[in-house]
């Protein structure tokens, strides 16, 4: 691989949004958003945290990072303390905290990504599942209390059900408390469902930014760059490429529930005279009826 | 993109081979390890000085023939800098002789002058006459030699393939623990950790949250490769035949006989 590590990258984000950052392996995602808190340096430009450039004179990194906190790639691996209460206090102690203000971080971080304190604080972070560990992990970022969460790839090498989990307390950390967050990732279904905006890297350049309906829209440029849409979206393609006339721009399965359902309900109810029968006998209730 | 503190080390570490095709490159081996340490050992056995000359002779036509550069020779001398300047240092002034000049009450000496240079020169010489043995030979080659010259003591319970392999093992995973380091330290420093500043106690306890993670991924490691190379039907060295045969050409024997008794010549002689 070449050894340029990203090029002209110019980009701005927003305070309070949700970005995701999305491309190729080896397209710079993981490389850039490791400046956002000063880990790496650039030999040339510039980066700016609340108007302030991060390498300027007087600019303590520490504070950076605090107030940018970036969970990496599976964090679980950087855990390393006897309990769960002292992992996720490392951070908090390294800024500083008297003990009871450590304390009132690590509960609150727990709360924050739904680990019962009572239940966990005392457990080794070892004997924990895997979903566990890396909400053990998350919490040990969320306990600095920074105001941009960076996540780089944080339901990688996760089961379904742990996707969800990790998946809904970003959008809640978001929703409720308020945090800025940049989340990097391979699945353009997690973007679809969560991101308010979308920012497409290729070989260290940004090459599309904008809404992720928007972004979506160019479904050929994604795949030439090794991505592509959500699956939904490339069924409502290829329907529409059949002649149905459904609009085309879902980008969830919601979205094309809400497309698809008014004319099939009006179909069947046209060919038979009735809802017809039940296509799934009643096994399940997903309510296409 | 893998730009980081952990890939310098990286290169440090295992850049020793260089790849070539000179004859020194296609020389078996064992026959480079033998003569080598022939040589070293001719190194420790004589003391006269010029005695030294003669031994620096295969060495440096071992360099010219391998087409190493000659810069690489001269990294490999630098970590033992220090070293070389502090024993020369230690000779000069603590052995005692004849004075050349004091300062205060340390004196150098004749003695500590010469006894200084040979140490030098002798440790220079023991270097040069191993590394051009890494810069020409890749690992998996030092490695199956190293068997290869174990095995007649396995018969006395050494056990030679365990030992080739270990290292085989080890000089593979040295960067990418190397780059598993520098992953760790990020980690912990997005989350505040300090490496840099405090005394050495302080430094020493800033390490933990390193090497815990470190040796929690080694183990994982170490046990995924184990499977991997059980389903692979790795069983030990018991029976196990070789893509690469290793055997003695014509060039082998004759650098074993004449460097040999070269070397031998030199070390009884004076």
Known sequence: MARQALTDVNLSIDEGDLVAIIGKTGSGKSTLVQHFNGLLKPDSGRVLVDGQDIWGKGVALRDIRRKVGLVFQYPEHQLFEETVALDIAFAPKNLGLSDAQVDDAVREAMRIVDLDYEEFADRSPFELSGGQKRRVAIAGVIAMCPKVLILDEPTAGMDPRGREDVLGEIQALHEKHGYTIVLVSHSMEDVARFAKRLVVMEAGKVVMDGDPREVFRHRQELIDIGLGVPQITDLMAELARRGYGFSTGAITVEEAREILLPPLLAASIESTGSAGPDPCEGRCGHGLR | ?270
């Open chain 2, 1 to 270: 993109m893998k730009e980081g503190v952990g890939m310098d080390f990286a290169n440090a570490a295992v850049g020793q081979y260089m790849p070539g095709d000179s004859f020194m490159h296609r020389l078996d081996p064992r026959t480079k390890m033998l003569t080598s340490l022939g040589v070293v050992i001719g190194l420790f056995v004589v003391s006269e000085p010029w005695a030294y000359a003669l031994l620096a002779l295969p060495i440096m036509l071992g360099i010219m023939v391998s087409q190493v550069p000659l810069k690489l020779i001269t990294r490999s001398l630098r970590p033992l800098t220090f070293i070389m300047v502090l024993t020369f240092a230690l000779h000069l002034f603590m052995d005692p002789g004849e004075a050349i000049f004091s300062i205060g009450r340390i004196t150098a000496t004749y003695e500590g002058l010469r006894l200084g240079l040979i140490t030098v020169v002798r440790l220079a010489l023991l270097i040069m006459a191993t590394s051009i043995v890494t810069l020409t030979t890749s690992p998996i080659a030092l490695t199956d030699g190293l068997e290869r010259l174990l095995k007649p003591f396995a018969r006395l319970g050494l056990p030679a393939h365990e030992l080739a392999m270990m290292m085989t093992i080890a000089l593979r995973f040295i960067p990418t623990l190397l780059e598993e380091t520098d992953k760790i330290m990020k980690a912990q420093m997005a989350r505040g950790a300090d490496f840099e500043s405090g005394n050495i106690a302080k430094r020493a306890r800033a390490m933990v949250p390193i090497l815990v993670p470190l040796f929690v991924s080694a183990f994982r490691r170490a046990d995924e490769l184990a499977v991997a190379m059980e389903a692979r039907c790795y069983r030990g060295g018991e029976g196990r035949t070789r893509l690469r045969e290793l055997a003695f050409s014509g060039a082998d024997v004759a650098v074993l006989v004449v460097v040999g008794a070269y070397t031998v010549a030199v070390a009884v002689a004076l």
